[in-house]
């Protein structure tokens, strides 16, 4: 599976959200490979940067343990979890922070 495939099979009222997450982590992260890992669209780049997967009631993003801490007080209004950030569909998605979330791990990425 592709992640134009994975896309594809979301309901049509998602696909232009799933599409435009995947613009801004695509522009965030330039170098990363495309895959589907654990059943999710991936972004690679000598390491799993971030997936993402839509669900019914939210958008999944999944960044890797710990990485949202910097971004504790932009995260206030989301639940999240350990590795996981929930983006509610009956409100704006954020994707600028999806973007800065993207960057830090790039980097995260490329220090280690």
Same mark, same amino acid.
Request: glycine letters at 6%; proline letters at 9%.
């Given at each position: 599976?592709?992640?134009?495939?994975y896309?594809a099979? *979301? !309901?049509?009222?998602?696909r232009?959200?799933?599409?435009?997450? $995947?613009?801004v982590?695509r522009?965030?992260?330039? *170098?990363?490979m495309?895959k589907?890992?654990?059943?999710?669209?991936?972004f690679?780049?000598?390491e799993?940067?971030?997936?993402?997967?839509?669900?019914?009631k939210?958008?999944?993003?999944? !960044?890797?343990d710990?990485c949202?801490? #910097?971004f504790?007080?932009?995260?206030?209004?989301?639940?999240?979890?350990k590795?996981?950030?929930?983006?509610?569909?009956?409100? #704006?998605?954020?994707?600028?922070l999806?973007?800065?979330?993207t960057k830090?791990?790039?980097l995260?990425?490329?220090? $280690?």
């Open positions: 599976m592709t992640i134009d495939e896309i099979a *979301r !309901p049509e009222e998602l232009p959200v799933l599409k435009k997450i $995947r613009m982590i522009k965030a992260a330039p *170098r990363a495309e589907i890992s654990w059943g999710m669209p991936t690679w780049q000598d799993n940067l971030i997936h993402f997967a839509a669900f019914k939210h958008i999944g993003i999944y !960044p890797g710990l949202h801490i #910097p504790k007080k932009e995260l206030a209004g989301y639940k999240t979890t590795g996981a950030i929930q983006f509610p569909l009956d409100k #704006p998605i954020d994707y600028e999806i973007a800065k979330i830090f791990r790039v995260a990425a490329t220090a $280690r």
